[in-house]
């Protein structure tokens, strides 16, 4: 188990795709992190940075946060 970069609670690892880390949450559902936004890392962002990620992800893909989702 991994945590969930947004909340912090225990979060299963999803399989790798591309330039992203995928993430199950039981607060936030199933959710991929692109690679770059680890490294920008904002504390206090994530919230809002995934439902920009929702609100653009089609209806059969997971929500990808990107980088200027911050």
């Excluded at 591309?18 to 770059?36: L, M, T, W, Y």
Aim: glycine letters at 8%; one cysteine or more.
């Amino acid at each position: 188990m991994d945590n969930c970069p947004i909340c912090g609670a225990e979060a299963e690892r999803l399989p790798k795709t591309g330039d992203s880390e995928g993430f199950d949450c039981s607060r936030h559902g199933k959710f991929k992190v692109a690679d770059s936004v680890f490294a920008i890392e904002t504390n206090g962002r994530w919230e809002s940075a995934l439902v920009k990620a929702k609100a653009r992800a089609k209806v059969d893909e997971l929500p990808l946060i990107m980088t200027y989702d911050f």
